[in-house]
């Protein structure tokens, strides 16, 4: 009940086209989702977040659409670029807790 | 830049060994919380520090401990180095106003040889 599953592994898009992750929990008591972004060698950095009360959050390129009723979330990279290359990790986290629970990753080829 | 700074970057250690990393929070975070990033996988909470006291672990050894001082800062140490405990370690610092978002630091890479 604690897990975040993510989908796909790893996805190659061309310069300009759009890309799709998508992450599944099943614990209900979750009300933070962040994305976090993060380059080799380096730490995640934060991306984009929301919680259930939203059905979509959009910033600049990024937009996270959430469907609480299935207990899933996407992150949508509009425009990819090259410079987007890195791997995506979705999270979850209750809000009395600091802990976050992350998926397992998605590594992001943009080609251009 | 998170303002959240780790050191060392990059630690060799040998099986059985002791391991002390450092972790400085963001300015005006109260929380650290540390994670371990094995290779190719998400990250995995450890443990987490709020006001000097662990608040909340994850499913990880006693010989996996840390601290937190006054001034927010942290430590993680780990006893008796195992080959599997090569990762990277990242530390997160929140709260504060910005009370939801997590912000890491770059990380330690550790190797256990």
Same mark, same amino acid.
């Given at each position: 009940q604690q897990q975040v599953k993510q989908s796909p592994q790893s996805l190659i898009v061309q310069k300009g086209g759009i890309s799709i992750i998508n992450c599944a929990y099943e614990n209900t008591a979750f009300d933070y989702f962040p994305w976090y972004q993060q380059f080799p060698g380096k730490g995640p950095a934060l991306l984009i977040a929301i919680r259930p009360d939203v059905s979509e959050k959009k910033e600049g390129r990024f937009t996270i659409s959430f469907n609480k009723s299935a207990k899933q979330f996407s992150l949508h990279i509009m !425009? #990819?670029?090259?410079? !987007? #290359?890195a791997t995506y990790f979705c999270a979850a986290r209750m809000d009395s807790s600091y802990k976050l629970i992350f998926g397992s990753g998605t590594r992001l080829l943009v080609r251009p | 830049e998170t303002g959240v700074t780790q050191s060392p970057t990059h630690l060799i250690k040998t099986r059985g060994q002791q391991v002390t990393l450092r972790c400085s929070s963001q300015s005006g975070h109260n929380t650290v919380s540390w994670y371990q990033q094995a290779l190719g996988q998400g990250p995995q909470f450890i443990f987490q520090y709020y006001r000097e006291e662990e608040n909340g672990r994850g499913?990880?050894?006693?010989?996996f401990s840390g601290l937190q001082f006054p001034n927010y800062s942290s430590e993680l140490n780990v006893n008796a180095l195992e080959l599997d405990d090569s990762a990277l370690y990242l530390c997160a610092s929140s709260g504060g106003g910005s009370r939801t978002e997590a912000f890491f630091g770059q990380g330690t890479r550790l190797t256990v040889v």
């Open positions: !425009d #990819s670029q090259p410079g !987007d #290359s | 499913n990880f050894p006693p010989r």
